[in-house]
């Protein structure tokens, strides 16, 4: 049985924790409204440009000469992999799912035969990553020490991947990042940046009866690399919403932890004092009658 | 009938409500935009949009660029980069043409796309020091 003395330093540790658990959590909450504001508030021009570009990418996605962002290449062969990853870590399994997906995928490519490369986007995939796959990271990407996420950082982005694809360095692209479900859930995703992908069915339906100026192709040039720092931009927001997220979840279940540590410790704390009054008491008792 | 205006960035939806007429600057020209308007799809450069309610022009907000999609009823603006003309910066408009300026200088001709992004940064920056006057 431990003394008391540690009994007592153990709860107060213990409550320091809870304490530091507890207010991460609060900040996590009010930073997740603020992300998922911003998240809300760029729906709009996401959504608008997805239909423009449905209307527009219908006519040309059977031409093997259409934009290349759009049809792709033509090869299959080297695959660049974009892993979204929060800059922080303290958010359960959040980062290492992303991992986890991106070293399955991987795997999976390299048994096809395919060339593996990997971006990452946030400083902790980057750490993970690295470990086991050095060589196959081509860049990487960082926002630690930044407020909020701007347009302008996507586009960076979006612009370093088609200077690369446009290079050669590589056939297609996907995205990989936690979609935000609610809260409680966030789930890796996997979205195909380059060939973009294609539109439903539903879309088609849409016949795309625009005029369009100057004419489709000019337009489509203009549109795509947009549309891809559209589609980086998102998943930026969606992956902080859901770092956030993750992060009052997981900092909320180590409060109630600490909590029922505390219950214990007091608990033993208790029962080793009284023992120990009980023992006096039986030492006293056991002189007196010696007496 | 009117005309549903939205200008949207991509960080957010920076007016939507009603007009009567709007203004768009596209690529091949100005384009004056009345409900009931065929569907078009244009690319837009830099330049103001002018935004009419009972005959008098009561909104102009400069856009770098980016596109625009009009409809019978609803005309969407997707801007790159919006400003309210009355909140140009002129020094900071001047730079920014300098520096498109030297940008085009420095191009190299033959990369087709470098110089129709390099020229519509051009075109915006001269835009929006133009914009200011106007």
């Known amino acids: 049985m431990p003394s008391l003395k540690i009994l007592r330093n153990r709860i107060n540790s213990v409550k320091s924790t809870q304490k530091i658990t507890s207010a991460m959590k609060m900040v996590a909450a009010a930073k997740l409204r603020r992300a998922q504001a911003q998240a809300e508030a760029s729906r709009p021009y996401a959504v608008r440009m997805a239909e423009m570009l449905a209307a527009l990418a ?72 690295r470990r086991d796959m050095r060589d196959q990271i081509s860049g990487t990407k960082n926002f630690v020490g930044k407020k909020i996420i701007t347009f302008a950082d996507a586009e960076d982005v979006a612009q ?86 993750s992060q009052m979840t997981a900092m909320d279940s180590a409060t109630r932890n600490a909590g029922q540590m505390i219950k214990k410790l007091t608990l033993d704390y208790n029962r080793a004092r009284q023992a120990n009054i009980t023992r006096e008491l039986i030492e006293i008792i056991s002189g007196a009658e010696a007496v | 009938m009117p005309l549903a205006l939205e200008i949207i960035s991509p960080e957010r939806l920076l007016l939507a409500r009603d007009v009567d007429m709007v203004v768009v600057p596209g690529t091949e020209g100005d384009l004056g935009v009345l409900p009931g308007h065929s569907k078009l799809v244009t690319s837009l450069r830099g330049g103001l949009v002018d935004i009419y309610e009972g005959g008098k022009i009561t909104d102009r907000l400069f856009v770098t660029g980016g596109f625009a999609e009009i409809t019978e009823s609803r005309c969407s603006v997707l801007a790159d980069e919006i400003i ?51």
């Open chain 1, 58 to 129: 219908a006519s040309e996605m059977g031409n093997p000469n259409g934009n290349k962002l759009l049809v792709g290449n033509g090869k299959n062969q080297t695959h660049l992999l974009v892993a979204v990853t929060a800059d922080r870590g303290l958010a359960g399994g959040f980062n290492a799912n992303i991992g986890k997906v991106v070293r399955q995928r991987a795997a999976a490519l390299a048994a096809e035969g395919k060339r593996v490369k990997i971006f990452t986007l946030g400083r902790k995939g980057n750490d993970s990553l």
């Open chain 2, 84 to 134: 309210r003309q009355a909140d140009i910066d002129p020094a900071m408009a001047q730079a920014k043409l300098a520096e498109a300026k030297a940008a085009f200088a420095a191009l190299d001709l033959n990369n087709s796309e470098a110089y129709r992004e390099t020229s519509d940064r051009l075109i915006s920056a001269q835009a929006m020091v133009d914009s200011i006057a106007a």
């Open chain 1, 160 to 245: 370093e991947i088609i200077r690369g694809f446009k290079a050669g360095e590589y056939d297609t692209v996907t995205l990989l990042f936690n979609r935000f479900h609610s809260v409680m859930t966030q789930k890796p995703f996997e979205q195909p940046l380059i060939p973009a992908a294609a539109p439903t069915a539903n879309d088609n339906a849409m016949e795309h009866n625009y005029e369009v100026e100057p004419d489709d192709g000019t337009l489509l040039d203009r549109l795509l690399p947009r549309n891809l720092a559209v589609q980086i931009y998102a998943a930026l927001l969606e992956n902080a919403a859901g770092f956030y997220a």
